[in-house]
């Protein structure tokens, strides 16, 4: 980990020269269970913001903790979230809670709120003074709106390093591009599976993130895509260009080896050793029939239908097989459920919804080939009010991306509390 984290902290000053300023990086990241960065590298004179901020018992608290510290750093270089959806959740606090903040940040105080103990109150408070000149900016430049605020707020920022943007957190990483983050370049700098480091994005200027495989982090075997009838393992060296890839690890001696579930592509290779970009996981996948249609696939899909809708930009979505949801999917034939939050539209009529289910027919022709059959039944859209799957991230208390494809229980019972209700 500190090897990965020197090789970060070198590419990330080689291109962007000032990002390594002493107090010029703002942390959005909650570790209830250990303060410290998402690098596992803890530098404090890099961060304005306190340590014991993110390690608060409420995600909402420790964001929004962190966020006023951030506001109050105008001089910021470097925003750094362990997951693009905490920076898209801390942004959302930004939009609905900005004249509080602000207050908060004229006072030089921290309002009481839930999951916000007295005690760690008081010790924050601390180490903030009042500061009436940076709330006038922030009331400014949020009165005119938010498209590109964080430009706006912080004129010196370079870069938003996150802590992956692959999969669940790519959603985020887009609508913040569009919106709040339009013209800063997005950096994720690590490549992890299973709380193992495998690689280094060495390319922060490239748009899609490429990580250099280390081969002293882990052992890493590969199973050639598609599969083959005898599947044979091979290593880093036996590696093609171009060729996608089932990734088995074995993350220390003696411990169990496994298929990770990732589908890696290589893209070439740097003094060697393969730089890959994952592209799937396996066990994402929707299959009431066996269709088997990836999560990737489907999110591209659904934008592909939120294209049609008029005026309508993606804000967050699940999607759910009817089977694991009971009688409260009704009695046809079984399908998918689909939530989704949308800004910009509030209601869509019954084609608009139909939508989605015609363009994954058109994507995916075994789809077409049961809906055709009767055998799956018409795809189900439900429209989730404002916030919606940002409760449902507090609620699930995990520090780690929220699964797009839902299967378990749990979590299916805090869709149905947070979300269906």
Same mark, same amino acid.
Do not use: M, W
């Given at each position: 980990a500190a090897q990965g984290s020197l090789l970060y902290l070198d590419t990330l000053h080689a291109a962007f020269p000032q990002a390594l300023s002493p107090r010029s990086t703002a942390l959005l990241s909650w570790t209830p269970s250990a303060a410290c960065t998402p690098a596992g590298w803890p530098l404090p004179t890099l961060y304005c913001t306190p340590a014991e901020a993110g390690a608060l018992p409420s995600r909402a608290a420790a964001l929004r903790v962190q966020l006023l510290f951030a506001l109050r750093t105008r001089a910021l270089r470097v925003l750094e979230a362990g997951l693009a959806a905490e920076l898209h959740d801390a942004l959302a606090t930004l939009r609905s809670d900005w004249p509080r903040l602000a207050q908060d940040l004229a006072l030089g105080r921290l309002s009481p709120q839930p999951g916000l103990p007295e %005690?760690?109150? %008081?010790?924050?408070?601390? =180490? =903030?003074?009042?500061?009436?000149?940076?709330?006038? +900016?922030?009331?400014?430049? *949020?009165?005119?709106g938010f498209e590109g605020i964080m430009q706006r707020l912080w004129p010196q920022l370079e870069v938003v390093v996150v802590g992956t943007a692959q999969g669940t957190e790519r959603l985020y990483c887009d609508a913040l591009r569009q919106a709040d983050c339009k013209g800063l370049p997005f950096y994720c700098p690590f490549y992890q599976v299973a709380g193992v480091l495998l690689g280094v994005n060495l390319w922060p200027e490239k748009p899609a993130p490429r990580f250099l495989l280390c081969p002293d982090w882990a052992f890493c075997e590969f199973l050639p895509c598609p599969a083959e009838e005898e599947p044979q393992t091979v290593l880093l060296g036996e590696l093609w260009e171009g060729r996608?890839? &089932?990734?088995?690890?074995?993350a220390r001696p003696g411990e169990y080896r496994c298929r990770a579930g990732e589908v890696l592509r290589v893209t070439g290779f740097h003094k060697q050793c393969p730089v890959v970009e994952p592209m799937r996981r396996e066990s994402q996948t929707l299959s009431v029939r066996g269709e088997s249609i990836s999560e990737e696939q489907f999110y591209q899909s659904l934008c592909c239908a939120v294209g049609m809708w008029p005026g309508a930009r993606l804000v967050d979505y699940i999607c759910v097989e009817s089977v694991l949801l009971g009688a409260s999917s009704g009695a046809c034939a079984p399908h998918y459920e689909v939530?989704? +939050?949308?800004? %910009? =539209?509030?209601?869509?009529?019954?084609?608009?919804?139909?939508?989605?289910?015609? *363009?994954?027919?058109?994507?995916?022709?075994?789809? $077409?080939?049961? &809906?055709? $059959?009767?055998?799956?039944?018409?795809?189900r859209l439900h429209l989730v009010g404002a916030g919606a799957f940002a409760q449902l991230r507090e609620a699930l208390g995990s520090p780690v991306p929220m699964p797009r494809v839902l299967r378990e229980e749990r979590l299916l019972q805090l869709i149905q509390s947070a979300v269906i209700s």
């Open positions: %005690g760690a109150r %008081g010790r924050l408070e601390a =180490l =903030l003074a009042p500061d009436a000149t940076r709330a006038a +900016e922030l009331r400014a430049e *949020c009165a005119h996608e890839y &089932r990734l088995v690890l074995t939530f989704v +939050e949308l800004r %910009g =539209l509030r209601d869509l009529s019954e084609g608009q919804r139909y939508k989605l289910d015609q *363009c994954l027919q058109e994507n995916f022709p075994i789809y $077409k080939s049961f &809906r055709f $059959k009767g055998s799956i039944g018409p795809l």
